[in-house]
C-alpha cells in the first residue's frame, strides 16, 4: 500500500493489542514506525515491534542510537497517518493541554493535523473514561480534529465490566484504511459551510439568539478540509476555535450571514447550511438600553431566508439543509427540502436523548431529493461529518 503509519504504544494492559495491529498493518503493506512511551515497555518488550516492522522503536526524546536530534519533526512530518493504541487517559490528556514531556507526545504537539490526520484508539478503566476531566479532554481533542476511536464495553482487565476496552485490532485496521482513502477525495472541490446561531439585536447589550454550538458545522468544515476540499466557512457568535486552513468569516446577525453567503455561493460547488438561522427579529432595534418598566410589547419582522435564496439561485451547487425540529420530523424536513430545492436535508429531533445543539454526538434522518431517506445511528458529529460528505460524494456521481 505505501502508506507509512506512525504507531505509538502507551502504558496500558492493550499494549499486547498493538502488536496484533502492528502485524495487520505490516501485512496490508504499510510501512510502521512504532514510537514507546516508558510505561509500555512495562507491558511489551520493544523487540516485539521491531521484529514485526523490521524497524527500530523509538522511545527516548533524546540520546537514542541512530537518533536525531530532531526526531520528533521528522516523526511529525513524514507519515500519511498517526494511531496511538491504546490511548491512554494520560497521553489524552497531555495532547489536549499541550503538554510535551517524551517523545510520543512532543509528536503529537508538533503533527499538522490539517495534513496528517491523527487516530486516538482511547482505553482505560470505565471510572477513568467518564471523568470530567477526561470527558472535557477528548471533547477538546474531536473539536481540534483528532479522530477518537471510542473504546467497547465488556470485561476489563480489572475485573470489572463496562466501557474502556480499546477497539479491536480488526476494526482500527478499517478505521485506519477508511481515513486514508478519504483523503483528497474532495480535491478540487469548493465547499460553503454556515455555522451557529445569529443574534438580532434589541438594544445594545441585549439579543435574540439560540442554543447553537456550531459544532455540526464547525466539524462539517474540518471533515472537508481533511479531504482535500476548499472550505468557506461562514460563522455567528461561537466559542469554537476555526478549523485550521480554512477561510473563516465571523457574522453575528442574520442579514450579515446572508450578505456574505450569497456573495460566497457562486464559488461553492458544495453548499452546507447547518446555522440556526434567527426566523426573527425585532423591527427596529433601541439606540439605547432598554430600562425596566411597563411590560415591553415587541414587533418582530422575518429574517432573510437565506436557504430559500440559494435554492432560488443555485445553478451547479449540491445544496444541503438542515431541519432541527421538536415534532412532525419527516413531515418538517421534507416540506423544506421540497420548498427550499435541496438536495439533501439532515433532519433531527432534537429532543432526542444525545441530538441536538450544544452537544457532541447527534442522531440524524437524511431525506434525499429523489424521495429516499436513510436514518443514521447516535455518533460524534466528527463521524457524522463524513458520513454526510461521504453521501455528498455519492449523490453528486450520479
Known sequence: MDKKI????????????????????????????????????????????????????????FGGP?????????????????????????IIGKAANGI?????????????????????????????????????????LRRRGFIIADPLAGELACGEVGEGRMAEPE???????????????????SVLVTAGPTREPLDPVRFFSNHS????????????KERGAKVYLVSGPTSLEPPAGVEFYAVATAQE??????????????VIKTAAVADYRPASASAHKLKKGEELQLRLVH??????????????????????????????????????????IVANDVMQE??????????????????????LPLMSKAELSHEILDRIKACRQH
Open 213 to 224: 454550538s456550531g459544532r455540526m458545522g464547525y466539524a462539517l468544515a474540518r471533515a472537508a
Open 66 to 90: 541512530h537518533q536525531s536530534s530532531t526526531l520528533h519533526i521528522d516523526l511529525a512530518r513524514d507519515p500519511h497517518l498517526i494511531v496511538v493504541a491504546p490511548a491512554t487517559a494520560n
Open 257 to 270: 450571514m446572508y450578505d456574505v453567503t450569497l456573495t460566497l455561493f457562486p464559488e461553492a460547488d458544495v
Open 6 to 61: 506512525v504507531l505509538g504504544i502507551t502504558g496500558g494492559i492493550a499494549a499486547y493489542k498493538g502488536a496484533e495491529l502492528t502485524r495487520l498493518l505490516v501485512k496490508e503493506g504499510f510501512t510502521v514506525q512504532v514510537v514507546m512511551t516508558e510505561a509500555a515497555k512495562s507491558f511489551i518488550m520493544p523487540l516485539t515491534f521491531s521484529t514485526l516492522t523490521g524497524r527500530p522503536v523509538y522511545h527516548t526524546l
Open 100 to 140: 510535551a514531556d517524551d517523545l510520543l507526545s512532543t509528536v503529537l504537539l508538533a503533527v499538522r493535523l490539517e495534513k496528517y490526520p491523527v487516530i486516538l484508539a482511547a482505553a482505560m478503566n470505565t471510572a477513568m473514561l467518564h471523568n470530567p476531566a477526561v470527558r472535557q479532554n477528548m471533547s477538546l
Open 303 to 344: 429574517s432573510p431566508d437565506i436557504l430559500q435564496e440559494l435554492g432560488k439561485r443555485k445553478k451547479k451547487q449540491f445544496l444541503v439543509g438542515f431541519a432541527a425540529e421538536t415534532a412532525d420530523l419527516l413531515i418538517s424536513a421534507r416540506s423544506k427540502l421540497e420548498q427550499k430545492n435541496l438536495d439533501i
Open 171 to 189: 476494526q482500527l485496521l478499517s478505521l485506519i484504511k477508511r481515513t486514508l482513502a478519504k483523503r483528497d477525495d474532495y480535491g478540487g472541490v
Open 354 to 375: 444525545g441530538a441536538g445543539f450544544e452537544k457532541e454526538t447527534n442522531i440524524v434522518q437524511l431525506l434525499y431529493r429523489d424521495g429516499g431517506a436513510e436514518e
